[in-house]
């Protein structure tokens, strides 16, 4: 049963934005910490962003590298984890992965059960 769908992701220029959407069962979207992942051929899995369910879903988690372009954020009224992405670099071109694990620890070094399919985002200088 497949419980992350992602979408969103493209072709775009350098300095373009995307937004990338991760549709959740209302289970896990309300009680789980929500994540994007990435990765890049060739290179290890890294975290981008976290946030928490309700009611502390307004805290969240940005790696360094892409902290004042992304942005994740919640829309409760459709079970979906957005992330917003801004001023987009080469070096952001990696397939992300929505995410869904405990809030013990809303990390990306935390533990997750869920994962999507991945979708694939190309940034061309």
């Known amino acids: 049963q497949v419980q992350l769908v992602e979408s969103g992701g493209g072709s775009v220029v350098a300095g373009g934005s995307l937004r990338l959407s991760c549709g959740a069962s209302?289970?896990?979207?309300?009680?789980?910490?929500m994540a994007w992942f990435r990765q890049a051929p060739g290179k290890e899995r890294e975290g981008v962003a976290t946030?928490?369910?309700?009611?502390?879903?307004?805290?969240?988690y940005y790696a360094d590298s892409v902290k004042g372009r992304f942005t994740i954020y919640r829309d409760n009224a459709k079970n979906t984890v957005y992330l917003q992405m801004n001023s987009l670099k080469p070096e952001d071109t990696a397939m992300y992965y929505c995410?869904?694990?405990?809030?013990?620890?809303?990390?990306?070094?935390?533990?997750?059960?869920?994962w999507g399919q991945g979708t694939q985002v190309t940034v061309s200088s």
């Open positions: 209302r289970y896990i979207y309300s009680t789980y910490c």
């Open positions: 946030i928490l369910p309700l009611p502390d879903g307004g805290i969240t």
């Open positions: 995410a869904a694990g405990s809030i013990s620890l809303c990390r990306p070094s935390g533990s997750f059960t869920y």
